[in-house]
C-alpha cells in the first residue's frame, strides 16, 4: 500500500512541475522592457496675437 501511495505522490509532484514550466501558455523568451525616458512637460501654449486695430489706440 506504501508503495502506491508513493508512486501516486511521485505523478503528482512531477504533474505540479510540468504544469508550472508550462508558463500559463506564454511563448518566446521572458525578458525587462527597456526602461523609457522620463517624459518633458509641453511648453505652454503662447497667447493669441492681440488684433491689430487693439493694439493700436484709435486717434480721432
Known sequence: MSQA????????????GVA??????QRGPLYLPE????ATAAPAPT?????????TP???
Do not use: E, F, N
Request: glycine share 6%; net charge positive; aromatic share 0%.
Open 5 to 16: 501511495l508513493s508512486i501516486l505522490v511521485r505523478t503528482a509532484v512531477l504533474a505540479a
Open 20 to 25: 508550472s514550466l508550462g508558463a500559463c501558455g
Open 35 to 38: 526602461a523609457r525616458p522620463p
Open 47 to 55: 497667447p493669441p496675437a492681440a488684433p491689430a486695430s487693439a493694439a
Open 58 to 60: 484709435s486717434r480721432p
